[in-house]
């Protein structure tokens, strides 16, 4: 990793996009020249920050640090959370992790939540779990995202001066947490680059997608709307799997472990009981 240095609901209907004949002074018909809302190609999209353009050392240095990343003051509110999604023998196992500042358990005063979720009929599809891990963790921050003060040791000098030089180089390609002006943030990291092109490129008038995924992208869009009503500024990033990030690291063990035991005892030929059983011992470990 490189040292970089320290300088001194549902919506109503979508705007319908309509088209007029230009004509020249002399009444001369010209090329069709289409008209549509500012807002009807942004409000057909998933309403949050997808991009992974900076350099791969840089985005990972963002989020090996993240942590420690500046809140701007207007900011009184942050969670992030870190999903992965595991498949055996087309059992998929969805994991959510993300920090608790309810529990004071280390020396951080911080401990790990989990939220694990059974992709509910057999898929060969990892795209569609990964998915289904970042649906999970949306719907858990518009729960708990008033509670989650952003850091106050984010806002230390030390802190500000080890971002400094890679925002200075990078930070409309990284993040656009400096560019709004909203109270409330929600950061969610995957290290599925499919994922994130699928949320980038999504348009909800034309959801082409394999159907399972479809499903997920359409969640996405609805809770990205949802979130932004509610004021929080979203944003998914790219974290480099099967590193020492901690959150990817703990999101890909229970994701793994999940879906592993699922595949152990056969999820999807038992029954609804069964399955319930089998949800509650996975909660209860």
Request: proline content about 5%; overall charge positive.
């Amino acid at each position: 990793m490189p040292q970089y240095p320290k300088p001194s609901g549902q919506l109503g209907p979508l705007p319908i996009r309509r088209k007029r004949r230009a004509t020249s002074d002399d009444g001369e018909r010209k090329k069709i020249v289409k008209l549509s809302s500012p807002e009807s190609d942004h409000a057909s999209k998933i309403q949050a920050f997808a991009k992974f353009k900076a350099p791969a050392d840089a985005r990972f240095f963002f989020a090996s640090n993240f942590a420690a990343f500046p809140a701007r003051t207007n900011v009184n509110s942050r969670v992030t959370f870190w999903t992965d999604g595991s498949l055996r023998k087309r059992c998929g196992g969805a994991a959510v992790v993300w920090r608790d500042t309810g529990h004071a358990a280390n020396e951080t005063g911080t401990q790990w939540a989990t939220l694990e979720k059974c992709y509910p009929i057999p898929t060969e599809n990892i795209n569609a779990v990964e998915l289904l891990a970042i649906v999970e963790a949306m719907k858990k921050a518009l729960e708990i995202v008033d509670e989650a003060s952003a850091n106050a040791l984010s806002h230390q000098e030390a802190n500000v001066l080890m971002f400094e030089d890679v925002m200075k180089r990078y930070s409309h390609q990284l993040t656009k947490s400096h560019a709004h002006k909203l109270s409330k943030e929600v950061f969610i990291f995957t290290d599925s680059t499919n994922a994130l092109n699928m949320i980038s490129n999504f348009d909800i008038r034309h959801p082409r997608r394999e159907p399972l995924q479809r499903e997920q992208l359409i969640s996405i869009y609805h809770l990205s709307r949802q979130m932004r009503r509610s004021g929080i500024h979203l944003e998914f990033q790219w974290s480099k799997g099967h590193s020492s990030i901690p959150g990817n690291k703990l999101a890909d063990q229970r994701a793994g472990i999940l879906s592993t035991q699922m595949s152990k005892r056969g999820y999807h030929s038992l029954s609804p009981s069964a399955k319930e059983d089998f949800v509650r011992s996975i909660h209860g470990r």
